[in-house]
């Protein structure tokens, strides 16, 4: 057996001028990849992922250093190279006005597969990803995940010893994040091949042999996920009560010696800086009366612990100050709903996209709205907003008829799209204008919001930089400043945390619980089941119906059974869209 490595990186370095910074997108890097195994690269937002696998397909040239793939030098052999190896980028290049065997038609020419082998090659392709019975269907009309899955086919028509994936999971749902790991594990185990994953879900992680983390184009750490989880050993806990877990996860955040404090259902995970025991940790604030009970290190913990200890800092603190200025109408027990959903329905040609749901959303309360690609999550969401007109039922936010005044009640609501809605062009200062304005806001009402953003979000040394340009952590921090200009009384999110890092996902979530603190009331859709947790209540869509809907610890108990004794909110997701499923075939 050939153990010498698949892919090797000696001292690379990479740098990039932009908006007149230069950035050091690599500094150093060096490891060996050895094969028949996934690797993950795992790394905040701007760590260098996506640099080094361009680098290792022979796109990009190094400043110093080299990487080799497959035994051939990257930079100088690098059409070699990309023939021998399959790379698959962020945003894959499919043909949507082409079928999906027309995809793989064209991608066959370009790689110089034989007509004599496609035949065969297609059939095992089709069969891997699920896709044969929609080769006929234009790719455009495909859902996110069988987008994705046709992309993988693709970089796969001709079998590649190295296969290089660019965070292939984002932005899809959980079962089809299992069906492309399903297809990647079998690529390893029944084709030989060796795989490189960039992803920034961590639970992904763990699913690899091995992992390099990098952040600021160093590497942190490498070697085995269990490697890294095993040094957490002790320093993890969950936390129950007094109090919602919420209300417990403000009290500790940024609290001396505490690394992470993360709701998770009725509880708070707790990860210390060093090992302690439960006698010492109730004299933390808010504790003293809790039940705290050891839990197993997993790979997240490890992982934020080395990200807050290269920064100096400990977990985040709660994030009130200044950001819910003029918004403490906090909820009364009397409260009529905020937003009233009745019979919704909306259609596209002969489909229904959305399909009769109905529920409503109390003042203060975080709603989280899931589902898979295509359920209908953000069609429903730009109905509730005013930008689509309901084909059938009643919509009623912030007390007004949608279908009467729209406009009045898109004055009361913020909006932040799952591609951040921010003009490229235009510099943070000009985005913050402009919405400002949109929003009706001017003169000095409009001065006044413009500087409370750039300090609450810590903007002011990239006012001036145009947005596009800011790295996807910033881009999320200023559409939230954009939608929160006018002080909405109501905040919609779509899919807000897609490929944030989870150190942006965690200051993320302190303020959208800082806000819902104050009485804004917030309408969430994400792929991230942990993220899913943190809401009162939740719906699960499927084919523009609601499955379920009811709190999260509830939600999990549906899912429980002697095969799964304590389902995570993964597991019950799954288990609805699969029932789902079966009765729509059955059907």
């Known amino acids: 057996m050939n153990d010498a490595p698949i892919l090797e990186a000696t001292d690379l370095a990479k740098a990039f001028s932009a908006g007149g910074r230069r950035t050091r997108a690599l500094d150093g890097v060096s490891f060996a990849i050895r094969p028949g195994a996934v690797t993950g690269l795992i790394g905040p937002d701007g760590a260098g992922k996506t640099t080094l696998m361009r680098l290792a397909a022979g796109l990009l040239v190094p400043d110093t250093g080299r990487i080799r793939a497959l035994g051939l030098d990257s930079t100088g052999d690098s059409l070699a190279v990309q023939a021998a ?14 079928t999906v065997q027309e995809n793989l038609d064209l991608y066959a020419d370009l790689q110089g597969l034989p007509k004599t082998a496609r035949t065969e090659r297609y059939q095992e392709l089709m069969h891997m990803t699920g896709l044969a019975p929609f080769t006929r269907r234009l790719a455009g009309r495909l859902s996110g995940g069988m987008k994705q899955k046709l992309g993988l086919a693709c970089t796969l028509v001709r079998p ?12 899809v749902d959980p079962v089809s994040r299992r069906e492309l790991w399903s297809i990647v594990d ?3 185990r029944d084709e030989g091949m060796s795989v490189l994953l960039s992803t ?12 390099i983390l990098l952040d600021r184009g160093k590497i942190l750490d490498q070697g085995p996920p269990a490697t890294i989880s095993a040094r957490m050993a002790g320093r993890t806990w969950a936390v129950s009560g007094p109090g919602r877990p919420r209300e417990v996860q403000a009290g500790l955040a940024g ?15 707790l990860v210390m800086q060093t090992a302690d025991d439960p006698a010492r940790l109730a004299g933390l604030p808010g504790l003293e009366d809790a039940r705290i009970t050891a839990v197993p290190p997993r790979f997240e913990d490890g992982f934020i612990d080395l990200l807050r200890g290269r920064a100096g800092t400990a977990s985040s603190p709660a994030q009130d100050s200044g950001l819910t200025e003029g918004l403490q109408r906090r909820a009364q027990p009397g409260d009529a709903p905020v937003i009233e959903v ?48 309901a084909s059938a039922g009643t919509l009623r936010v912030a007390g007004l008829d949608l279908r009467h005044a729209a406009s009045a009640a898109r004055g009361r609501i913020g909006y932040m799209s799952q591609k951040f809605s921010l003009y490229g062009n235009l510099s943070v200062a000009q985005n913050l204008d402009f919405f400002a304005s949109a929003y009706g806001l001017a003169g000095d009402a409009r001065a006044t919001r413009r500087q409370w953003a750039l300090t609450e979000f810590e903007l002011t040394p990239y006012a001036e930089q145009l947005s596009a340009d800011l790295s996807l952590g910033y881009k999320q921090r ?17 899919e807000p945390t897609s490929g944030v890092d989870p150190l942006a996902r965690r200051e993320f979530w302190q303020r959208i619980y800082a806000l819902a603190r104050a009485g804004v009331t917030i309408l969430v859709t994400t792929h991230f089941m942990e993220e899913a947790e943190y809401c009162d209540r939740l719906a699960i869509m499927a084919a523009g119906r609601i499955l379920a809907m009811d709190e999260p610890a509830a939600i999990k108990a549906g899912a429980r059974s002697p095969e799964l004794p304590d389902p995570s909110m993964e597991d019950a997701f799954v288990r609805l869209a699969e029932s789902a499923g079966e009765a729509e075939r059955a059907a």
């Open 200 to 211: 920034a879900y961590l639970d992904e992680a763990e699913r690899c042999q091995a992992v």
């Open 342 to 389: 009745a019979g919704l329905r909306r259609r596209f040609g002969d489909f229904w996209a959305v399909d009769g749901i109905s529920f409503e959303v109390r003042r203060g309360e975080i709603f989280g709205l899931l589902g898979a690609n295509g359920a209908g999550k953000s069609t429903t969401f730009r109905m509730l907003c005013g930008l689509l007109p």
């Open 478 to 494: 200023l559409a939230m400043a954009c939608a929160l200009m006018h002080q909405p009384e109501i905040l919609f999110l779509d």
């Open 186 to 188: 079998r690529l390893v």
């Open 85 to 98: 190896l399959g790379y698959m980028p962020q945003r894959f290049g499919l043909y949507e006005d082409l």
């Open 255 to 269: 609290q001396s010696g505490v690394v992470d404090a993360l709701v998770q259902g009725d509880h708070v995970r």
């Open 160 to 171: 590649p010893r190295l296969l290089l994936l660019d965070e292939p999971t984002v932005g």
